[in-house]
């Protein structure tokens, strides 16, 4: 048992903090959000330079292996970053479906060109009426000749309009809520039939509503099998729940770095406002929940490449409820203590705020996973 | 990054707890169950048995008698003591004097002390806090005047917890008011015995009695008991209080405890259903255990860097933050899982015995009977050791910077 990092993970660390810290900044992400699609291609370039799009992928069909932490890392520097580039939906979302579901052939076809950057995938499972819940679902696929058939639509899908790929669960049998009778399709993005809305978010990423009307696959579409895709689904679910506590911990540890700054430096009544007792006992609250949501990010990560499916449940459950409250703090406090500074948008806290606190929103917020927690033995 | 276990380290799990369960005498192991009181005879007996394994100062170099054990050997330990309903090993001489002579202590010091604090021979207490020096602990006025080759001390200590067991008693006096009001204190070592110390006792809100005042009047003690050089004392103090980090966040008893509340809540009932299939009262659990596993992934980081060689630093504050957070909210479960029962009181459990042949309170159920008091008791928790605020002013100096 130990919880220290590899040296192969330090190196992916310091790479990704001195990529963050020299190459991007508040200034790269307003240039960035403005590029058609909401992100850069060329930093997304950058990326599979530097090898981050190859992680997770085995290194026969063109990644570098690696695993869980791996990404945590990467994503705790992103939250630093406050990077919107489509790291999220691609890689963690995108690259565990097929890592879990396509055939080795689709496998071979995908994994290098999504290595290489030149794959966009996205994950739509959500639809209007299921909150957080995976199973909640409308859109029906009905079995024609050897294919499906798709209909319905889906909500608020990451980077839905910049994926080449999306994958969709459906309905193949069963009532709305039942857990069996779900499949999962990977549904080429400029299918006849599928219509992307796609938005920004409050937080400066994109998304977008999927639309399926009439969309016919075949049956190699499918990804695992007919009617068991809710494993597939919730299995990246919490691997992204997981990776984005870690997105989280890299957030608050942001905020808590500006507000200590902030408060060394802004005098009033003659002295530095980090001089006051009550200022500094609140900072280190905002310390302390950082630490903790990093500890369970991590430890999250761990699980998730583990063989008990319960335990990576459990912990991605722990460590997404941890972020939801803590973030909520972290994010309230550094506004609070940055003054009037904190409410406006040209200091970086008001960006980390916001994406701290739609992370909340992402993959279950705090009460979501109390409940399956309560549920759990 | 790996959070399951080595074969080693599961061999060493599978041994140590054998021995533990095996050999934890059933009459102690009852007491601490039902957050019964325990008494002196308890703790000696089975920090007796514990030194026969060589298991009593896992802290310790291994040249002063401590088993050489890896952090990860030592987070197990601490584990498996709290599964097996140990008490808590009484820490002034284990983990707070031993460590002190190791570091700072003469060769006659550790020669005279050290194997006396392994056995259980000295009961040890610690005078640091006065009435007039609390968190402001430097403020400390007790004072310890050189006369010849002894010292004679005057003066007051307070919160002296578990002082009437005590042989011995671990002080911090002031021999000097110039300079700075750190630079003029010493650690000395005082013989209960000595005339001129009077121990009285302080009731708490529980009931009970553990923590004391204790006068000390015109005490002469011989000068060979200074620790460290005279007027050196703030920085062995400083030592004493951040160089334990292991058990200081209370992990393994935490998990024990809500065992507790598991059981608790099995067998009390609410809508006609136990407890423990309330989905509210569920949440609440799953909050506390988020809180506590968050904090045991925090230390074994801590732990991970100290077996990497990193010295221990400021951020055993989080640990006693954190620690006594949960336990507190864990004591607030389990008083919210006994429901109206909480009321009744039963005088007995004070008792050292519980419940005795002339108990005559009422009837209170064997689960219930301590869940009260016991919350009512661990309000100390967030107050002793430097209370929470001043580890919030430790972090944010030493960490943060402020």
Request: with cysteine; aromatic share 8%.
């Amino acid at each position: 048992m130990n919880f220290t990092f590899s040296d192969e993970q330090i190196l992916i660390r310091d790479m990704a903090e001195r990529f963050f810290r020299d190459d991007y900044g508040l200034e790269a992400r307003r240039r960035h959000q403005a590029l058609p699609g909401g992100f850069c291609r060329d930093t997304w370039a950058r990326f599979a330079d530097m090898g981050w799009l190859a992680l997770g992928i085995p290194e026969d069909l063109g990644g570098i292996g690696g695993g869980t932490v791996d990404m945590a890392i990467l994503m705790e520097a992103m939250g630093g970053g406050l990077a919107v580039e489509p790291f999220l939906a691609t890689v963690v979302l995108g690259g565990t479906l097929i890592r879990d579901g396509a055939s080795p052939d689709i496998q071979a076809d995908l994994l290098p060109r999504l290595a290489a950057g030149e794959l966009h995938l996205s994950f739509a499972y959500s639809e209007a009426q299921s909150r957080y819940d995976l199973n909640d679902m409308r859109t029906r696929a009905k079995a024609d000749g050897g294919g499906f058939v798709l209909d319905g639509v889906k909500t608020v899908a990451f980077h839905a309009g910049t994926a080449d790929k999306i994958a969709v669960t459906a309905r193949t049998s069963g009532g709305e809520r039942d857990d069996g009778g779900i499949t999962l399709f990977l549904v080429d993005a400029d299918a006849p039939g599928l219509t992307v809305t796609d938005y920004p978010t409050v937080d400066g990423l994109r998304a977008g509503d999927v639309a399926l009307d009439g969309v016919r696959v075949d049956a190699e579409a499918v990804l695992g099998a007919v009617d068991g895709g809710l494993a597939l689904a919730e299995t990246a679910i919490d691997r992204a729940a997981a990776l984005v506590s870690a997105e989280a911990a890299g957030l608050m540890a942001a905020l808590t770095r500006d507000t200590v700054a902030f408060l060394k430096e802004r005098k009033q009544f003659g002295r530095p406002l980090g001089d006051f007792q009550a200022l500094q006992h609140r900072a280190t609250e905002m310390y302390m929940d950082t630490e903790l949501t990093r500890s369970l990010a991590y430890m999250a990560a761990v699980r998730q490449d583990g063989d008990d499916r319960a335990a990576a449940r459990r912990a991605a459950s722990q460590a997404k409820a941890k972020a939801g409250q803590a973030g909520r703090l972290i994010g309230q406090e550094a506004v609070q203590l940055h003054g009037g500074m904190g409410v406006t948008d040209e200091m970086p806290v008001g960006h980390y705020f916001k994406r701290l606190t739609l992370i909340d929103h992402s993959f279950g917020d705090r009460a979501h996973h109390l409940d399956r927690l309560a549920d759990m033995a | 990054m790996d959070l399951n276990l080595t074969a080693e380290e599961r061999a060493f799990q599978d041994h140590v707890r054998g021995f533990l369960r095996g050999n934890i005498p059933p009459a102690i192991k009852r007491k601490v169950d039902l957050g019964l009181k325990l008494v002196k005879d308890d703790y000696v007996v089975w920090q007796r048995i514990l030194h026969g394994q060589g298991w009593i100062a896992p802290g310790w170099p291994k040249e002063y008698g401590g088993p050489g054990w890896s952090p990860v050997q030592r987070f197990l330990y601490e584990e498996e003591l709290a599964a097996a309903s140990s008490p808590r090993l009484i820490t002034f001489g284990l983990k707070m004097l031993g460590p002190v002579l190791i570091e700072f202590g003469t060769e006659a010091q550790k020669t005279r002390f050290l194997p006396r604090i392994l056995s259980s021979e000295d009961w040890w207490c610690q005078g640091f806090s006065e009435p007039g020096a609390g968190s402001d602990l430097a403020s400390l006025t007790t004072r310890a005047e050189r006369d010849g080759d002894h010292y004679v001390v005057n003066g007051q200590k307070t919160w002296t917890t578990l002082a009437q067991y005590a042989d011995w008693i671990f002080c911090l006096v002031r021999t000097s008011t110039e300079g700075k009001k750190q630079q003029g204190i010493s650690f000395l070592l005082i013989d209960m015995k000595t005339p001129g110390v009077t121990v009285r006792p302080i009731k708490t809100l529980d009931g009970g009695q553990e923590i004391n005042d204790v006068f000390l009047e015109n005490v002469k003690v011989p000068a060979e008991n200074l620790v460290g050089k005279e007027n050196d004392g703030w920085t062995i103090a400083k030592f004493l209080l951040s160089h334990e980090r292991f058990g200081i966040a209370g992990v393994a008893r935490s998990k024990k405890q809500m065992e507790r509340v598991r059981d608790i809540a099995a067998k009390e009932m609410k809508r006609g259903r136990p407890l423990i299939e309330d989905a509210r009262f569920r949440e609440r659990m799953a909050e506390v255990e988020i809180e506590l596993t968050a904090l045991e992934m925090t230390e074994l980081r801590l732990l991970s860097e100290e077996a990497a060689g990193r010295k221990p630093g400021p951020e055993a504050s989080i640990l006693k933050l954190k620690g006594t957070q949960v336990q507190q909210g864990i004591t607030e479960l389990l008083l919210e899982a006994v429901g109206n029962r909480a009321h009744a009181f039963d005088p007995g459990i004070l008792d050292d015995e519980w419940p005795g042949a002339g108990n005559d309170g009422p009837p209170v159920a064997e689960h219930v009977a301590t869940v009260a008091s016991h919350y009512f008791n661990w309000r100390k928790a967030s107050i002793y050791g430097g209370s929470n605020e001043i580890q919030r002013s430790i972090i944010a100096k030493a960490i943060l910077g402020l």
